[in-house]
């Protein structure tokens, strides 16, 4: 994936500091393609990082398109850069716990989750793939960020191999796998799909579908309407007299919906006249 537009659009709605967008970006990255394995329409995926670092909960939702949404507990977060100069995602992530909810429209939806082993966002998801899926994996997600902290590039390649992958296969794509370190740098230069004809130059690649996710969010006046229809009248009204109106802020795209006591009349009186 090259998610550059992506993460930028992520960056200035929570208005993260650089290591924020950093740690934000390598998940964002990881949770877009592994949304898009989703296979029908009405599939959703929930990728969640809670650590006990600095940075809090950071959130993915995503859908079959590998369209994405996040929201991130403490977007304003920076350390001091580490000794090779980088920025130290595994101290902000902290310890804490990987969490996977898939809602395949089943009666219950696929949960899976591990530890956070090393802040290291994607050697803990292929930790995670291992552990909860029993699926070996390469995976790297990297952020590159300009002098000014704009998002110069952005992306990830996880790479699974299927059961009867042949040694020589595994062989050759594993000696190319230390090139992942730095996607975010090949990603200046060069194409995903010149970098997947690099990685597979002797596997006979085939590129069977080419998805362009963004970063969107759901979230409509509707939602909020039955979001406040699932409250006690009391408590609505109880909000209305203290603060003269009700405010709901969407957490993945600080959209601000407002309520008056008229709004929420109106609500309640339609709702009456349906039932």
């Given at each position: 994936i090259d998610g550059k537009n992506m993460l930028e659009k992520a960056q200035q709605l929570h208005?993260?500091?650089?290591?924020?967008?950093?740690?934000?970006?390598?998940?964002?990255?990881?949770?877009?393609?592994?949304?898009?394995?989703?296979?029908?329409?009405?599939?959703?995926?929930?990728?969640?990082?809670?650590?006990?670092?600095?940075?809090?909960?950071?959130?993915?939702?995503?859908?079959?398109?590998?369209?994405?949404?996040?929201?991130?507990?403490?977007?304003?977060?920076?350390l001091p850069l580490r000794e090779d100069g980088k920025f130290d995602v595994p101290n902000a992530v902290g310890k804490g716990e990987i969490s996977v909810i898939k809602d395949l429209g089943l009666k219950y939806p696929y949960m899976g989750n591990c530890e956070i082993s090393t802040g290291e966002i994607s050697e803990d998801f292929a930790f995670y793939f291992l552990l909860s899926e029993q699926t070996p994996s390469a995976i790297s997600s990297g952020v590159l960020l300009a002098a000014d902290c704009a998002v110069n590039s952005a992306g990830a390649i996880i790479i699974r191999p299927l059961p009867d992958t042949s040694d020589d296969v595994l062989a050759d794509v594993e000696k190319k796998v230390f090139e992942f370190k730095n996607i975010?740098?090949?990603?200046?230069?060069?194409?995903?799909?010149?970098?997947?004809?690099?990685?597979?130059?002797?596997?006979?690649?085939?590129?069977?579908?080419?998805?362009?996710?963004?970063?969107?969010?759901?979230?409509?006046?509707?939602?909020?309407?039955?979001?406040?229809?699932?409250?006690?009248?009391?408590?609505?009204?109880?909000?209305?007299?203290?603060?003269?109106k009700l405010e709901i802020i969407c957490h993945f795209c600080e959209t601000h919906y407002i309520y008056?006591?008229?709004?929420?009349?109106?609500?309640?009186?339609?709702?009456?006249?349906?039932?």
């Open positions: 208005k993260t500091s650089p290591l924020a967008t950093v740690a934000m970006g390598r998940l964002l990255m990881i949770a877009s393609l592994m949304s898009a394995d989703l296979k029908n329409d009405t599939d959703k995926i929930s990728v969640s990082m809670k650590g006990d670092g600095p940075l809090g909960t950071i959130i993915v939702a995503g859908d079959c398109k590998g369209n994405v949404r996040c929201s991130i507990e403490n977007p304003a977060v920076s975010s740098g090949m990603l200046t230069e060069h194409t995903p799909e010149i970098i997947l004809k690099n990685v597979f130059s002797n596997a006979g690649l085939n590129i069977t579908e080419i998805l362009y996710p963004e970063y969107k969010c759901n979230c409509s006046r509707d939602r909020m309407n039955a979001l406040l229809l699932s409250m006690n009248k009391n408590e609505l009204y109880e909000c209305l007299d203290a603060q003269g008056t006591k008229e709004d929420i009349d109106k609500l309640l009186m339609a709702k009456t006249q349906e039932n």
